[in-house]
């Protein structure tokens, strides 16, 4: 079912697996200077236990998900390397002999099928031609889905040929497919149109072509090639044009060399009956580019020229009739001009980087594309009409059946890693075949093409099954919701079901099954795409629901069959398990939500579905008569009304609590032991006491750590991973347990305001608080390990004392445990219908405690910390999507955007935090917009869609401040036509009233959206107020709006400041793309090696970190395929690590992959994307390409500037390299412009006394240096010796050398006013001594280079490495033993500060 051939790009011709795991991988984290690039699209979606996507330490809840999740623990690393080894088979040769060309061999591996050297086959430059053959080895033919490892007599240099098969019709429909696949292979149109999950790639432009072979082509070294290094103006700084034209520079390969210019289905179709069986299968038409009409039939035996024509059908074979086996060779015979170009574009194909070829796993859109040409082409038209339907690739005969295919991938085996990636992979594949369906059926749905299941109902009522996927619309039908917010809810309930899924899928529970879920917003509707439960629909819901409330809770039934299922969840989900009262009071059990339903299907499977309240509910956001919110979130004016009751807290935000909660379980335990110990003789009370001192020693070590430079923070990524029991494990060895300097245990944890320089969220600054802190208190350590033991074990066999220590701890924190720390939520709590039995008033009112104290928890420590975050540049949110990201990492739900934007204008240091300010109030604005535009398109009837949204464009972003709508006009409207069509296409009342809508009146709509909405008050009556207000950029409000709504708009350069006309016509708007959101699955022991990977790296272990990393790349495009975004984050890292152990080629080519797989998969503006550009045009320049690193510098720019404008802290890194880029091949005058801005930005961003502004000043003075201009360089210099001096001390050898380049720089100087006064005095013979003006050697440019982009170099000589592994060691050891001496700045193993992976 499930066809290997889609993870091997067939594009690489001797290539097997293996080999290609080198093409790819993505993930988890950036190890970028940007530590936690909040884009990191690692997706850690809620279902991954991370905390702040740290991935330096595992979590109790991650290990306990392993454990249950694969039914064993994980052996350990060293189990895994020897089930990886069994994967790779070594590979070996067979030649391969086609008709009409030599032998040649292909590197094959034991675990492909024969379908794969097909694949490969129809790939190559030389065969691609071919689609009808078999393989035969000694005159047998292969079976195409056998292994080869199963095949008898095939090895080493073995023949196979390839022989031609007769053809059939399924047959020569894919001949003619694959023809026209060929013919169109450098055409963009699919990726500007979304289809086949194409997407664009403009890397090759800037690097002409693949940068491997250009390193080889152009002369090595350092010879200055001539080259242009003037940016265009719009790139330099201070430039106020945003153009959108060079977004997507012309590729000279695109302008496409015609091979025909017709190939269509003819007319005459299909065959007569005596025509068939002559073996007639279809007839062709085509024209040539010499303009000859021809008509060809396809045959079993081949193509032929017939002597039809246009009006007269003649099936015999013409004369001659040129009979081919494959549709190549018959056009090469009739036409030259396509011999000659058809030969010539599969050169260019095969040249292509295969990154820019292979398909993506979900769709990207492009919210620009050029005006293309409308082409005739048989394939598209004959698939728009038969949708496809019928001709699912690999399944003969039928639709697919996705809820089957969805529950037996989840059924595969998965004992051991072989196992477990078959399973991943499997489920990988449906799932994306799953989504891309579903997206094609709910467009379907919404255009009006899928006829409705109860077409007798109104159209919002209405719902559809296409392709074996139920379709429902987000309205409130049959007043469901109508309690918890009619239209809102039923519109905000299939995200929340959406997570639902998301995470009872994570924790993968066998015997648990939940549906296939797609979540499609398309022309202002939302439509839920579901997988069928077999049976469902011939049944009743009352009948088939076992388990839950199909009313929300009025009547519910339970099934000790689903609470045993469930009960497997209750831990990883912390769903607590308890009783609600039915209507006739009898007790349920339930270990879900109400609404969350059982239903066994025929099948015999337990499904569970309507998931919407798997997680607790966000009581800030919901009202609640009679219950009083903590102190924390009342201040900040919550609880809120708000649109819906439906409002949940994230899972990120739980997983942070219960850490957090766990943090200070720990450290009250600690405390009481030690209480005990003190007071053995007598039984005084002082946990108070030592409870502040203990605060007040951490405000202490804060106050150090503070002070102390930017690299030891750095430290707190060393990862202590000797650490021995699982609960040791989740707090990272006790350095985060001096976090949070909040709770007296006096009164159960109530979530102080956070001292702001404390953090939450297992993000701690730094180990040597904690250690610091446990020297203060003698014998904390000793009681912590003392706490651990008892928690560790089940409460059995503890002498009574500390027995009572866990139960006031337990207390303290709100476990459900006595014996053990166990937090776990009541999604039901708070529901309105639902009833409680008495006894459990107690548990309850615990219940209802913790739900708020969490809901304070999100306002007084996730928002700080992510401001922190913002803060100390830990978190670099860019655009929409990344701060959104950022968001979510913490927990903090997007509708919590007002606060985040309130907090940040009260914190003091708001200059700092301008950038952040400026993306969420564009992120606010425009999502405000998007709420608007989605009822305003409902309105809309399909002929007037381009005119609609074009008008509404204006209304939003134009300054012409009366927009009239252009209505379609009438002799297309007949009233009468449109009223019949009405019930057919949702959305009725009058069509033209979105004409109506103006400037002023939308701006009014979007003030008073954020104003119920986000709790935000916006004061701007028009565009340009907003813009001048808040500083915004109308080019990026027009990306976020169209990225948010599907919007594809003509790219050109929009006129948006002019009042006379308005800037959009419908010309412009091209399309209108749906947005999707499913579910990710994972990689899981891909993600596993990913992450120790890292971790070693960041002991220093960097051989074996690259090997487990590779070793994650491996098994990434085992269960991805070559593209996916985690394996982009992988070769990112391999780039990295190549570089810094010397490999700078290596380097280069992981970096060039990770920049086409981020294009490709995230898209070509995306922030990732912006930050592989740089990381590649370092690792060019390294290489000796000094043209292609300036220009990739610059692309990298021109699209910060477009996604976030000049005023980003992330600049001031772009425009230091670019202005070193330029110091190196002498472009003085431009490399100033460019480094004295990245002074000025980083100097407002990071502050004036900062270290990054020292160096700033030091890599002007170096520019002036070279210009002569010795007064400006030493007033640079001083500037920076000022900064280090009172930083670092006097001693400190950064400040050491800024001194002795101020004395250099003094005797140039000197040197240069002698000179000068000689020339005044002797006139022009005076004897001029020779003056060193050097050009800065490319080496000295290359080591700044690395110092500014956080990278060290350590040549690795064997010595070496064993001395840094005993150093590191020796470093870990002083910290256990709580010694951990302040590292001086410079310590030769500041490995973190350079190699910042996350």
């Known amino acids: 079912m499930v066809s290997k051939t889609d993870d091997i790009p067939a594009s690489v011709p001797n290539c097997n697996p293996v080999d290609l795991a080198d093409e790819a991988g993505d993930g988890a984290q950036e190890p970028s200077k940007a530590r936690l690039k909040d884009s990191c699209g690692c997706e850690h979606s809620a279902d991954t236990a991370m905390v702040n996507g740290d991935g330096a330490h595992e979590h109790t809840e991650e290990a306990e998900l392993k454990q249950d999740g694969n039914g064993e623990a994980d052996g350990g690393e060293e189990s895994n390397e020897q089930e990886v080894i069994v994967i790779q088979d070594t590979g070996f040769t067979v030649k391969i002999q086609a008709p009409g060309t030599e032998p040649f061999d292909l590197q094959v591996s034991p675990q492909e099928m024969v379908q794969e050297i097909h694949q490969v086959l129809m790939d190559r430059e030389d065969t691609c031609h071919r689609t009808c053959f078999s393989l035969q080895l000694d005159g047998n033919v292969l079976d195409n889905f056998a292994e080869l490892k199963s095949i008898e007599g095939l090895q080493e240099g073995s023949l196979l040929k390839v022989v031609e098969e007769p053809y059939t019709v399924r047959e020569a429909r894919i001949h003619v497919r694959h023809i026209r696949d060929l013919l169109k292979s450098l055409d963009p149109s699919d990726a500007y149109n979304g289809v086949d999950c194409n997407s664009l790639s403009f890397l090759s432009i800037f690097t002409d072509g693949d940068l491997g072979d250009s390193g080889k082509r152009k002369k090595k070294g350092n010879e200055l090639e001539q080259i242009d290094c003037t940016p265009p103006e719009h790139i330099l700084p201070g430039s106020k044009e945003r153009p959108l034209v060079p977004l997507q520079p012309q590729n000279k390969d695109w302008k496409p060399m015609q091979c025909l210019k017709v190939l269509t289905m003819s007319g005459w179709n299909p065959p007569p009956g005596n025509r068939k069986m002559h073996g007639d299968l279809m007839y062709l038409y085509i024209v040539t580019v010499e303009e000859r009409h021809v008509s060809v039939t396809a045959s079993t035996r081949g193509f032929y020229l017939n002597q039809s024509t246009t009006y007269t059908f003649n099936p015999k074979p013409a004369n001659p009739s040129f009979l081919s086996h494959s549709l190549v060779e018959l056009l090469s015979q009739i036409s030259p001009a396509f011999k000659k170009n058809f030969t010539a574009l599969q050169k260019k194909r095969v040249q292509r980087h295969p990154f820019e070829r292979i398909a993506t796993p979900f769709q990207v859109y492009s919210w620009t594309a050029p005006q293309v040409d409308h082409a005739m082409d048989c394939v598209r038209a004959e698939d728009a009409y038969t949708s496809r339907l019928g001709y699912e690739e690999h399944i003969p005969g039928q639709t697919r059946d996705w809820n089957e295919e969805l529950q037996t991938t989840r059924e595969l085996p998965r004992k051991n890693l072989p196992e477990r990636l078959l399973r991943e992979r499997a489920i990988f594949k449906v799932h994306s075949d799953f989504a891309a369906a579903a997206t094609r059926g709910a467009m379907a749905v919404i255009d009006g093409n899928v006829m409705a299941i109860n077409p007798g109902e109104e159209t919002r009522m209405q719902m559809f099954i296409w392709n074996n996927i139920f379709f429902s619309l987000g309205f409130d039908v049959r007043d469901h919701y109508r309690e918890l917010g009619g239209d809102a809810a039923a519109h905000a309930a299939p995200t929340n079901d959406l997570n639902g899924v998301r995470a009872y899928g994570a924790v993968d529970v066998e ?12 022309r202002g509707y939302r439509v839920t795409a579901q997988s069928i439960i077999p049976g469902i629909l011939e049944r009743e819901q009352e009948q088939s629901v076992i388990y839950g409330s199909i009313d929300f809770g009025k009547t519910v039934v339970s099934h000790s069959k689903y609470l045993e299922l469930l009960e497997k969840t209750s831990r990883p989900l912390k769903v607590q398990r308890h009783g609600v009262l039915n209507e006739k009071n009898d007790t349920v059990e339930l270990c879900s939500s109400v609404e969350c339903k059982g239903i066994i299907g025929n099948d015999g499977r337990h499904y569970i579905l309507d998931l919407l309240r798997t997680f607790p509910p966000d009581l800030n956001f919901l009202p609640v008569g009679g219950e009083e919110l903590p102190p924390e979130s009342q201040r900040q004016g919550f609880p809120r009304q708000h649109r819906h009751r ?30 005990q110990k003190a007071n053995k003789d007598t039984k005084t009370d002082t946990p108070a006491i030592t409870e502040t001192s203990e605060t007040s020693t951490e405000r202490n070590a804060d106050t150090s750590q503070t002070e102390t430079t930017a690299s030891d923070s750095a430290h707190a990524t060393e990862v202590s991973t000797d650490s021995t029991s699982q609960t040791d494990n989740s707090t990272s060895a006790a350095s985060q347990a001096a976090t949070d300097s909040e709770e007296n245990s006096s009164k159960p944890a109530t979530n102080g305001p ?46 009574p004392k500390s027995r009572e220590v866990v139960l006031n701890a337990c207390k303290a924190v709100g476990s459900i445990s006595n014996t053990s720390f166990d937090i776990r939520f009541n999604p039901d709590i708070f529901s309105p219908g639902v009833r409680f039995p008495d006894d459990s008033t107690y548990d309850i009112q615990k219940q209802k405690q913790l739900l708020k104290d969490a809901a304070a928890f999100l306002v007084s420590c996730q928002i700080p910390s992510l401001v922190k975050d913002c803060l100390d540049h830990s978190a670099l949110p860019m655009d929409g999507a990344t701060l959104t990201e950022a968001l979510r990492q913490r927990g903090i739900n997007v509708r919590y955007l007002g606060t985040v934007l309130e907090f940040v204008d009260k914190t003091p240091a708001k200059a700092q935090l301008e950038h952040f300010y400026r993306i969420g109030i564009s992120e606010l604005i425009t999502r405000c917009a998007k709420h608007i535009f989605k009822t305003y398109l409902q309105g809309v009837e399909l002929s007037a869609l381009s005119a609609a949204v074009s008008h509404f464009l204006n209304c939003f972003l134009s300054s012409f401040p009366d927009a009239v709508a252009h209505l379609p006009p009438d002799e297309l409207v007949s009233r009468r036509k449109s009223r019949k069509r009405r019930n057919r296409v949702p959305g009725s009342g009058d069509n033209t ?43 990026t409000l027009l990306r976020e709006i169209s990225v948010k709504t599907g919007i594809q708009i003509l790219i050109k350069e929009y006129n948006f400041d002019s009042r006379h006309k308005p800037a959009f016509t419908e010309e412009d708007i091209l399309n209108i793309f749906p947005v999707v959101k499913h579910v990710n699955p994972k990689a899981s022991d891909a993600f596993h090696f990913f992450q120790s990977g890292q971790a070693k790296v960041q002991q220093g272990f960097l051989k074996e970190g690259c090997e487990l990393i590779n070793e994650a790349l491996n098994l990434f ?6 593209m996916h975004v985690e394996i982009c984050a992988c070769l990112r890292l391999l780039a990295r690590l190549n570089y810094i152990m010397g490999d700078h080629p290596e380097a280069l080519s992981n970096q060039q992959k990770a920049v086409l797989m981020s294009e490709r998969v995230l898209g070509i503006e995306h922030p990732n994307t912006i930050q592989e550009y740089m990381h590649l045009a370092l690792y060019c320049f390294a290489n000796g390409q000094l043209s292609t690193a300036l220009k990739l510098l610059y692309r990298a720019r021109y699209l910060m500037l477009l996604v976030c404008g000049e005023d980003h802290p992330e600049m001031a890194l772009l425009d230091s390299n670019i202005g070193l880029v330029l110091h190196g091949v002498m472009e003085y005058d431009l490399s100033l412009r460019f480094l004295e801005n990245a002074l000025t930005i980083n100097t407002k961003y990071h502050g004036p006394r900062s270290l990054k502004v020292a160096l700033s000043h030091h890599l002007v003075a170096r520019v002036y240096e070279s210009k002569a201009e010795f007064r400006s360089a030493l007033q640079h210099e001083k500037e920076g010796y000022t900064i280090y001096k009172n930083q670092m001390g006097e001693a400190h050898e950064k400040t050491k050398e800024s001194s002795e380049y101020l004395k250099y720089l003094t005797q140039q100087a000197v040197a240069l006013q002698r000179t000068m006064n000689e020339i005044y005095k002797n006139g022009s013979n005076a004897s001029i001594m020779p003056l060193k003006f050097t050009a800065p050697s490319m080496a000295s440019v290359l080591e700044q280079l690395n110092i500014i982009n956080g990278i060290i170099f350590i040549p690795l000589s064997q010595k070496d490495l064993e001395n840094l592994k005993a150093e590191v060691q020796r470093r870990q050891q002083l910290q256990e033993l709580g010694k951990s001496e302040e590292p001086t700045e410079d310590s030769p193993l500041e490995l973190e500060d350079k190699i910042p992976i996350d």
């Open 511 to 522: 015997g648990l099954y939940t549906l296939g879920t797609v979540v499609v917003d398309y």
């Open 754 to 799: 956070l001292d702001p320089a404390a953090t939450q969220n297992g993000e701690c600054k730094s180990p040597l608080e904690g250690k610091e802190l446990e020297e203060s208190i003698p014998g904390l350590a000793q009681a912590k390990e003392l706490a651990e033991t008892l928690v560790a074990e089940d409460g059995s066999g503890i002498d």
């Open 993 to 1035: 009233a979105w004409a109506s809508l103006t400037p002023s009146e939308l701006w009014k709509n979007i003030a008073s959206e954020a104003q119920s909405y986000y709790h935000f008050t916006i004061q701007c009556e028009s565009v340009d107020q907003v813009v001048e207000k808040y500083g915004l950029q109308k080019t």
């Open 646 to 675: 439906l409002a949940c807290l994230r899972q990120e935000l739980i997983e942070a609590f219960v850490e957090h909660r766990y943090l200070l379980f720990m450290k009250m335990a600690a405390l009481q032991l030690m209480q």
């Open 1117 to 1122: 495009n085992n269960v991805y395929g070559p």
